[in-house]
Structure formats: structure tokens, C-alpha cells
């Protein structure tokens, strides 16, 4: 399967700010660095500053991710993933929460506190229909999760 091609626009919103880079020619992420010290306290979110912007391509999104390497230490993204629409041209922030040991987790300046990645976006056509038009499946109304308990 031959690979697609994109280009996407960053812009230094502070002249400290690094350009995401990535950690191999095959990683699929490209990292993000904290451009400012930035205490995480436990059980609490904080917003850490990339001093980016960018600009994706219509009909793409970025998805920021927590690492690997600071999510086993305890710091995750509370919502899972960030989504970056290709319209947002703010700064780039990575939502981050501290569950690890500890009463807070300081983030460095110029660590690598996310990375991100690039996925299309189909045009979807939302379609209102009655329950009995939508079908049946095997699974149909069987509870929340793939085994049906709670």
C-alpha cells in the first residue's frame, strides 16, 4: 500500500518553542515539547504550552496522545485523546493529569510531553431514521462493553 503523502504547516507563536520531530523515520507520531516549566498536580488537569500552531490540511485532524514513557510514570491525558480540528489555528496545549505518586509531577521545559498524529477525516452525512430501520445484529441491545456487564 503505497503511502500518503501530507504536509502540514507549523507556526513558532515564541521563538523558545521546538518543532515536533519524530523519534525514528517510522514512528507514526511526532513528538511535542513543553515549551515552559509546568507543575501537574495530583488528581488535578493542567494545560501545558507548546507555544505551536498549525495548520492541518482540510479533511484531516491531529490527534494528540500521551507517551508512553510519561503515562507509566503517572502523567495521562484525562480525556484519552485530543482531537486538533484542521479549522484550530491556537496554540497547541497538551491536557495533562498527574495519578501518580506524589502530591504533583513537574514537567520540564523542552521534554517531550505528547505526541501527535495526523488521520483523515471522512465526510460524514448524519441521516435521522426510526429504531426499526436502523436493523438487528447479533450483539443488538446487549449492554454496555463487549461482554454485556457492568
Not at 503505497?2 to 513528538?31: C, H, I, N, Y
Not at 498549525?54 to 496522545?65: D, F, K, V
Not at 504533583?104 to 471522512?122: H, I
Request: glycine share 12%.
Amino acid at each position: 500500500m503505497a503511502r500518503v503523502e501530507l504536509t502540514v504547516e507549523f507556526a513558532k507563536l515564541d521563538a523558545e518553542a521546538r518543532m515536533p520531530t519524530q523519534g525514528s523515520a517510522e514512528a507514526a507520531g511526532w513528538d511535542l515539547y513543553a515549551l515552559e516549566e509546568t507543575i501537574v498536580v495530583r488528581h488535578k488537569s493542567s494545560l501545558i504550552r507548546t507555544g505551536l500552531a498549525t495548520a492541518i490540511p482540510s479533511g484531516w485532524e491531529g490527534q494528540l496522545r500521551c507517551r508512553s514513557s510519561l503515562g507509566k510514570k503517572g502523567m495521562i491525558m484525562p480525556n484519552g485523546l485530543g482531537t486538533i480540528d484542521s479549522d484550530y489555528r491556537g496554540e497547541l496545549m497538551v491536557l495533562a493529569t498527574w495519578i501518580g505518586e506524589g502530591d504533583s509531577f513537574t514537567v520540564a521545559k523542552g521534554e517531550r510531553v505528547a505526541q501527535m498524529l495526523f488521520a483523515p477525516v471522512p465526510k460524514v452525512t448524519l441521516v435521522e431514521t426510526s429504531v426499526e430501520d436502523l436493523g438487528t445484529t447479533s450483539r443488538g441491545e446487549g449492554g454496555f462493553g463487549s461482554t454485556g456487564q457492568f
